[in-house]
């Protein structure tokens, strides 16, 4: 008879490479590209250093984990970086800073004791906001080319369980086939082997992202990339337990290294998870596949990598966006009527009108709040 710890064991999961494991690691682009397009136009990040640096981390994990395991841009600290035009050292800088804020999380034991006091009820209502917000973003995309937009949510909906056509590689191809006959293609340079650059930045560059966006991305990668994917894993493949705290030893380690040669701060979305699995992914397989595809990408093609991320038609992105944002929201139906529904409604509730991070105290603090007046009822 197998142990409790065995029945938990991630390390004897087989790893497959098929169409569908291909196609799962598509599933996560939607969430990908537009960060590290302003990366890269905008900071000035050398999108080699991007692509190798995710591309290790992606096969890593995946050997690691044995699982589906997304590697994708910590969103708020992006969008700050990007609004504000960070320099490209401080890009780096804030990457290390925040994998040294997750390891010590992990060796405290502090992130375990977040992921006891958190009810289900706010993580469905964290994800349920992950999953509007991924709508809504899909909808803008979706406007700029709405005809194409409609052909890849019935494209989805048609292939996404086909054996030999999954719905992300024809989204995929569909998209290459679009770039061609906007003669975006031909724009491309010829094809040149180049390794990145090693980076530097200060600690007083550390110090100064910390204080910018990386406090305040902690609670949001708690919420999202550390507690809600150790729930989604669970969930998608029962005996499979990886805790939170394993996670953020992940995100650690792979944060403190990945600067050093142009990597950019990176996390485990549950939204990035939720495409991953939607669109095919069920073993590592997918992580070691697009691993390979961004390190080729990053050592063989850097040069065209900006022009092809921008000129990939962003309705199709978007239509991927809105499948997966669907799928989020439907992690809601196991809260019954009761208090339950009450707290994910005003954690979903706060965290659209706010953000996540207080969403998520003020989920905790309704969860509370109506298990005292609960009490005292009785």
Not at 33 to 48: F, Q, T
Not at 215 to 225: E, R
Not at 297 to 314: D, E, H, T, W, Y
Request: positive net charge; hydrophobic residues 55%; aromatic residues 10%.
């Amino acid at each position: 008879m197998k142990t409790d710890h065995a029945s938990r064991d991630t390390t004897g999961r087989p790893i497959r490479f098929d169409l569908h494991e291909l196609a799962g690691s598509m599933g996560d682009f939607g969430t990908l590209l537009p960060l590290a397009i302003g990366y890269i136009a905008v900071c000035g990040l050398d999108p080699s250093g991007i692509l190798v640096m995710m591309g290790l981390a992606n096969i890593v994990t995946g050997l690691v984990y044995r699982l589906p395991m997304p590697i994708e841009p910590m969103k708020a600290l992006a969008i700050v970086a990007i609004t504000q035009q960070w320099s490209p050292s401080m890009v780096y800088a804030s990457a290390f800073g925040m994998g040294a804020v997750w390891l010590v999380l992990a060796s405290t034991g502090i992130i375990s004791w977040v992921e006891k006091i958190t009810p289900r009820s706010v993580v469905r209502g964290i994800q349920a906001t992950l999953g509007v917000l991924l709508a809504v973003e899909a909808l803008r995309l979706g406007s700029t080319w709405w005809a194409l937009a409609i052909v890849s949510v019935v494209t989805v909906l048609a292939l996404r369980k086909n054996r030999y056509a999954p719905a992300a590689i024809v989204l995929v191809l569909l998209g290459a086939a679009v770039m061609y006959w906007q003669g975006d293609l031909a724009q491309l340079s010829s094809v040149g082997f180049r390794l990145p650059s090693f980076s530097t930045f200060s600690g007083k560059e550390v110090w100064q992202t910390l204080l910018l966006a990386g406090f305040a991305q902690v609670p949001l990668t708690a919420t999202n990339a550390v507690i809600s994917t150790s729930a989604l894993i669970r969930r998608y493949f029962p005996g499979a337990d990886v805790s939170a705290r394993r996670l953020s030893f992940s995100h650690g380690i792979m944060n403190t290294t990945a600067p050093f040669l142009g990597g950019m701060p990176m996390c485990h979305g549950a939204g990035g998870l939720a495409g991953q699995y939607f669109f095919g992914a069920r073993t590592a397989g997918t992580n070691i596949l697009e691993g390979v595809i961004e390190l080729t990408m990053g050592l063989f093609f850097a040069g065209s990598i900006a022009a092809i991320f921008v000129a990939f038609p962003p309705a199709i992105i978007g239509a991927m966006m809105f499948m997966v944002g669907i799928e989020l929201i439907k992690f809601a139906k196991d809260i019954r009527f009761g208090s339950g529904l009450v707290v994910m409604v005003a954690t979903v509730a706060i965290s659209l009108l706010t953000n996540m991070a207080l969403g998520y105290l003020g989920g905790l603090a309704a969860h509370w709040l109506l298990a005292r007046i609960g009490k005292r009822v009785r």
